[in-house]
C-alpha cells in the first residue's frame, strides 16, 4: 500500500488550522469553520485515505460526506480558479504521483471565500 504523496505544510497554509493528530500521525483531523459551514478533513497518510465532511451549523448530520481510498496524493493548487487541494482518484493513471502534474479526475476542496467541494476531471 503506497503512502500518500502530499505536503502537510501546504495544507496546513491553505486551510490556515493546525490539525489533530491522532497517536503516532496515524491520521491528521483539520476542522474549517466559514460562517455557519464546518468542513471536516481527515487524511491517513499511510494508507492515502481521505474523508471530507461538510456539515451546516443547524444540523448534526453532514450535508455532504466523501471517503477516497488509496488516493495516490494530493497537491495544492493557486492559480486563476482561486486556492485549493486537489485529490487525485485512486489509480487514475499509470506511475507514481509526484505533485507536479495534475491527476485526471478526482475532487477539489477550497476554504476561501467559502466552503466549496468539487468533482474535477481534466
Known amino acids: ?13 491553505l486551510l490556515g488550522v493546525a ?3 491522532e497517536e503516532y500521525g496515524a491520521s491528521l483531523h483539520y476542522v ?5 459551514v464546518r468542513l471536516e478533513l481527515t ?3 499511510m494508507s492515502g485515505d481521505v474523508t471530507v465532511s461538510v456539515y ?16 495516490p496524493g494530493a497537491r495544492v493548487v493557486d492559480d486563476k480558479r482561486g486556492k485549493f487541494i486537489e485529490f487525485a482518484a485512486a489509480n487514475p493513471f499509470v506511475g507514481r504521483f509526484d505533485n507536479t502534474a ?8 477550497q476554504v ?11
Open 1 to 13: 500500500m503506497p503512502e500518500l504523496m502530499w505536503e502537510p505544510v501546504d495544507f496546513l497554509e
Open 43 to 45: 487524511v491517513w497518510p
Open 19 to 21: 490539525p489533530t493528530e
Open 102 to 109: 495534475p491527476a485526471p479526475y478526482g475532487f477539489r476542496v
Open 56 to 71: 451546516c451549523s443547524t444540523q448534526r448530520q453532514p450535508v455532504m460526506n466523501l471517503n477516497l481510498l488509496d488516493c
Open 32 to 36: 474549517v469553520h466559514r460562517q455557519d
Open 112 to 122: 476561501d471565500p467559502f466552503v466549496q467541494v468539487t468533482p474535477y476531471a481534466y
